[in-house]
């Protein structure tokens, strides 16, 4: 599998964190683990396939945040070019309220007009090369932008989140910006696409992933974590990944 990271020009740095175009020359089984993003997809040759769910994803798709893993079939000569938006960057582009796309692949035509869609993959399947592709997807976000501020006290709240690696209880962080706990989980939910504690677990299964080779053991990956019941961990654990950390950490493939 060959993989590409391109950046989006400044107009979209606020809300798109990368674009990524993956091509497969080989049929590829894909294994990813739940991020903090919201992702779109445009598959411009081949096809993908949910293995867990056993159907086809769609020619243009939004992947909402997620709790669980996710297998992907990658047919041979497949091509597709992601949109890997920041955290709370796709509630400039969608009115639709962000929590509805949680642990879903939705069609993209359910939220753009199917004749916009059309001339957007047959753009894409037209084109000679990656910088075509992204100037394609590019010219399309630019004409749904919504020009709106980001959200300045969600995002104040992803980065205490992210300081502190996930463990963070949510009254707290909600006292700590002025606002009742329940509006602050509304608002929340609205532009990230999920509760704030589903998404201190992402983060913080996450982190915990990445650090563990800097740690003596798991039981101290776990307590830096902020788990201190190990079958609560285990259970997080294992829907985050679909193996227990054990499985997980002795495998060849999670790298």
Request: glycine share 6%; with cysteine; net charge positive.
């Amino acid at each position: 599998m060959n993989m590409q990271r391109y950046f989006p020009t400044d107009v979209l740095k606020p809300y798109i964190k990368t674009f990524m175009v993956i091509e497969s020359d080989d049929k590829i089984e894909s294994y990813t683990l739940p991020d903090t993003a919201i992702v779109m997809a445009f598959r411009y040759k081949g096809s993908v396939s949910n293995v867990q769910q056993g159907v086809n994803l769609p020619v243009s798709g939004i992947t909402g945040l997620r709790k669980s893993f996710r297998l992907l079939d990658y047919a041979k000569h497949t091509g597709n070019l992601l949109v890997v938006f920041n955290e709370g960057g796709a509630a400039a582009f969608f009115k639709e309220p962000l929590h509805e796309l949680f642990e879903i692949n939705l069609s993209l035509d359910h939220l753009i007009h199917l004749h916009k869609l059309n001339i957007i993959e047959e753009q894409l399947c037209e084109a000679k090369n990656n910088g075509q592709r992204i100037a394609v997807i590019e010219r399309f976000l630019l004409s749904e932008l919504k020009i709106q501020p980001p959200d300045k006290l969600i995002g104040s709240a992803i980065q205490q989140i992210k300081a502190a690696h996930g463990a963070i209880r949510i009254k707290e962080l909600a006292a700590g910006l002025y606002t009742s706990q329940d509006a602050f989980e509304k608002r929340f939910r609205r532009v990230i696409g999920t509760s704030p504690k589903q998404f201190t677990t992402i983060v913080r299964l996450r982190n915990l992933i990445e650090m563990y080779p800097q740690v003596a053991n798991l039981t101290d990956a776990a307590h830096a974590a902020g788990y201190f019941d190990q079958a609560h961990f285990i259970k997080d654990f294992k829907a985050f990944t679909g193996k227990t950390p054990q499985v997980f950490f002795q495998s060849t493939t999670w790298w």
